[in-house]
């Protein structure tokens, strides 16, 4: 599951607490283990039927199962929701009625007799799903749970197709399906889907026949041979084009939109170079027997790494406009693709244990922007993987592995993604890279098909490298927080001895244990020294002959930490220069950012465009105004530069100054291939001649994405006539749900008082009204005040019937208890 596509949950992080940090609640009592296992699925097959108009389906399932290890004459399931028709027992060709309780959330039935563990027996259930009726809380991760979702079913919205997905994780395909709803088993699975013709059909396995039926339906046929976890259940259905691509024998596809089939190799093309480069560092093949990948409107969180079926939500779609900038979406298909090795073919066995899951998925990010892209772009990728984890509320008081939560739902956050995936940065450091990867290897291969858990990677590690390794596991899984270092030198000129201090201020029980390099610089002669960091203080000593240019501490920087480095305006000049890494050069601009504009602008040829980037975007914010050299080297950046969105900043840069000269720069690159190259130009064309950018806005309107459909929104807002309405709410219903939108949301609203048509207003605010309810409920506490208070300013320019009409749709969140 890949989540921080589509949420506001870091900007929001710092303002709100989850609720399940409340001291002192039940919910610190209860151990969540694993799933006690009485009965093991074998086998799941179904035959189901979609009522439309009801957001119905209508299912018959057949399950077979065997006890666990005890005998039993009995079974439960978790059925959410359903109408149970029927509920028997195979035998043979004929059925055997059982008898059964139901509570509308578990189906318990009485078995025919006693069964051993070396017996297999069949129940039938015939049932209907309402997932509509369902009122189960998401997450952070996933914001609905309802398991089954008709997207526009009755074909109301034109501007919307008609759709259905399901979404399992966590315990959600249980809505639509009758099962054990646990991480911990594993099924078979055949499906028979039968839907109208003129759709197509994807799930897990191969497709093995496709039967057309005389009332204008067709029924297909899905079967997949290998046993996974019932949460990776999964069908899709809608209008979509099929995309074929392939894996050595393998089929590869992408179902996508018709307007996007042009440009599904574009956003995907990239999975089967993924597949190859993971079976190749991991050891272990894409077992699997074909992988697709389908884009579902309105989905719950971010993607799903159903088995051998991705969903993805709809901010996957990008034009080839939006590409030229580059895939933004490229790391999510890494995430998911990658769960098919950790996740599908080994399964957390708990979700106290999804890290075993998620981090490496999220890792996996890492890697693939390593192997494609170089370490610049990868360590860029890592440190914002840090970064989020730390502007995290509360995230420093959880453990990776947590068995105390209030509900399920709460573990998938910013420490099982992005800390779990810097914590396994740190151990690849410590073992290196042969020893890493040959353990993963030995974790998928001992557990292929079964489940897994944080203890099995330890004990894959350790015998690998043969070194006990619980004092990594004890501090970075089982506890909470990470250090807080704080890193003095001196230099005795009389001994030649150089020092380093080093002091942890966490608030924690006991000292992290950190196996670190130290780089000791001398000119262009560099000694490394590796040593261990154990105690609350720690003093370094280097025999040198003189003062050193550069002591870097940490030098690999892959220490997940906060630190205060106190280091001198001449070391970090040294270390940008001289000092190997990205984040190195990244610690000294943002030193110089205080500093000193000259220093700070060495950014400017960096090798890597994102620092450049970076480097542009810091001088634009100096208080103080730059000098000429700035200038003109921005200016040839504009001119010259090979990445978009360097080029982009560059041109934004030019704009701040407000100079005239610049007009032919401008007026060059507003037509640019890349979104926010000519978003940049219109930007500089609404400084200098605003009539023509507003003509310009108006023309571009019909494909502006990105940064210029934010000018082109914001130039017609400027300008403030009634008349484009229809630009200004296109831009902003389109807009992924996020910050983005979030930020954009009170702009929008003040734009809509000087709409005069009381009809169209409406339609906006119920754009709004739909954004606030979509966003996670712990977050709206917050933001539901914030986009009222918008929204009250438009009642009050525009009069009672405009207040009452918000007052009677705006509803805020019921506090979770």
């Known amino acids: 599951m890949k989540k921080l596509f589509i ?75 359903m109408d149970i028709k029927e509920v028997s027992l195979i035998k043979g060709a004929d059925k055997k009625p059982l008898h059964y ?13 006693v069964y051993t563990a070396d017996e297999n027996y069949t129940v039938y259930i ?44 966590t315990e959600a395909n249980s809505v639509w399906m009758p099962t054990i709803d646990k991480p911990d088993q594993k099924s078979t699975e055949e499906i028979y889907m039968t839907v109208p013709s003129k759709y197509v059909t994807l799930s897990n ?40 691509d392939k894996y050595k024998d393998k089929e590869v596809s992408y179902y996508v939109e018709k307007q996007y089939e042009s440009v599904a190799r574009g956003i995907f093309g990239h999975t089967p170079e993924m597949i190859g480069f993971y079976e190749k560092i991991l050891g272990v093949p894409f077992v699997w027997p074909k992988y697709s990948q389908i884009v579902g409107r309105d989905f719950v969180s971010g993607a799903m790494e159903n088995t051998t079926a991705t969903l993805h939500q709809e901010s996957a779609y990008q034009n080839a406009r939006q590409l030229t900038d580059g895939n933004a979406w490229e790391e999510v298909i890494a995430h998911e693709l990658f769960h098919h090795w950790f996740g599908d073919l080994v399964t957390t066995e708990s979700w106290s244990n999804i890290t075993v899951n998620e981090s490496f998925a999220d890792y996996s990010e890492y890697l693939w922007d390593e192997y494609k892209y170089g370490k610049d772009a990868a360590d860029d990728h890592g440190r914002d993987d840090m970064e989020g984890y730390l502007r995290s509320a509360d995230a420093a008081k959880k453990d990776l592995v947590r068995f105390y939560y209030a509900d399920k739902e709460d573990v998938f956050d910013a420490v099982s993604y992005n800390k779990g995936g810097c914590i396994l940065n740190m151990l690849r450091n410590y073992v290196g890279d042969s020893a890493f990867y040959k353990s993963l290897n030995l974790y998928l ?32 899984y089982y506890s909470s927080g990470h250090p807080i270092l704080t890193i003095d030198y001196n230099y005795d000129a009389a001994n030649s001895n150089a020092y380093v201090y080093v002091k942890q201020t966490q608030q924690s029980k006991d000292p992290f244990i950190l196996p670190v390099a130290i780089d000791v610089y001398n000119g262009k002669d560099k ?48 270390q940008y220069k001289n000092a190997p890494n990205y984040l190195d050069r990244l610690e000294a601009l943002n030193y110089f950012d205080s500093t000193s504009m000259k220093e700070l602008a060495l950014g400017l040829t960096d090798q890597y465009a994102g620092l450049r980037t970076l480097t542009i975007n810091k001088l634009a914010e100096q208080k103080s105004p730059p000098d000429q050299k700035v200038i003109d080297a921005v200016e040839k950046m504009a001119n010259t530069e090979k990445d978009k969105k360097t080029k982009a900043a560059a041109i934004l840069f030019l704009v701040q100054t407000g100079k005239p000269a610049y007009l032919d720069i ?113 977050y709206r506490t917050f933001t539901d005040k914030k986009i009222k208070s918008f929204l009250d300013k438009i009642g009050t320019a525009k009069g009672k019937e405009i207040t009452d009409y918000i007052n009677s749709n705006f509803k805020f969140v019921t506090p979770t208890p």
């Not at 694993?34 to 119905?56: P, Q």
């Not at 309780?101 to 007799?113: G, M, P, V």
């Not at 997932?131 to 526009?152: C, E, H, R």
């Not at 690999?556 to 630190?563: I, R």
């Open 7 to 81: 949420l506001l949950a870091f900007a929001f992080s710092m303002l709100v607490t989850n609720a399940q940090q409340t001291k002192g609640a039940a919910w610190e009592k209860i151990y969540r283990g694993s799933a006690t296992k009485i009965n093991d699925l074998i086998h799941t097959k179904l035959d189901v039927k979609f009522d439309y108009d009801k957001s119905w389906m209508y299912g018959k399932a057949w399950i077979t199962l065997r006890p666990h290890f005890y005998t039993t004459d009995s079974l439960t399931l978790d059925a959410k929701g």
């Open 101 to 113: 309780q139901y509570d509308s959330l578990q189906l318990k039935i009485t078995l025919d007799k």
């Open 126 to 169: 015939s049932y209907t799903s309402k997932p509509n009726d369902q009122k189960i809380v998401g997450s952070a991760a996933i914001t609905d749970a309802k398991g089954l979702y008709f997207i526009n079913p009755k074909g109301e919205d034109k501007n919307k197709p008609t759709e259905i997905w399901t979404q399992g994780e």
């Open 205 to 244: 396995g191969l497709l093995i026949s496709q039967k057309t039926n005389a009332d204008g339906t067709r029924t297909d046929y899905w079967k997949m041979d290998l046993p996974h976890a019932p949460y990776l259940f999964f069908m899709g259905v809608g209008d979509y084009a099929i995309v074929k």
């Open 445 to 476: 291969i001992t557990n292929k098909f079964k489940t897994g858990e944080a203890q099995q990677l330890r004990l894959a590690f350790e015998e690998i490298t043969g070194e006990d390794l619980n004092w990594f596991w004890n501090q970075w």
């Open 527 to 574: 000694i490394r020294q590796k040593v261990w960091i154990r105690n609350w203080a720690d003093t370094f000593v280097f025999h040198v002959a003189s003062n050193p240019d550069l002591i870097n501490v940490d030098a690999d920087k892959m220490l997940l930490c906060q630190k205060t480095d106190n280091k001198t305006a001449a070391n970090y000049i040294f």
């Open 666 to 778: 401008y007026t060059k690159n507003v037509t640019d291939s890349s979104y926010s190259v000519a978003g940049a130009a219109l930007q500089g064309l609404t400084s200098l001649q605003p009539d023509k950018a507003y003509e310009l806005a108006k023309q571009y309107s019909e494909d502006a994405k990105g940064t210029l459909g934010d000018a082109v929104t914001a130039v017609i807002i400027k300008n403030g006539k009634a008349e484009d309405f229809e630009i200004v709410a296109d831009h902003y219903q389109n807009l992924p749900p996020g910050q983005d939108k979030y930020d954009m949301t009170g702009t929008f609203c003040d734009y809509l008082s000087k709409v005069n048509d009381l009809s169209k207003i409406k339609e906006a605010i119920d754009y709004v009204i739909t954004f606030s309810q979509i966003i996670p409920a712990h």
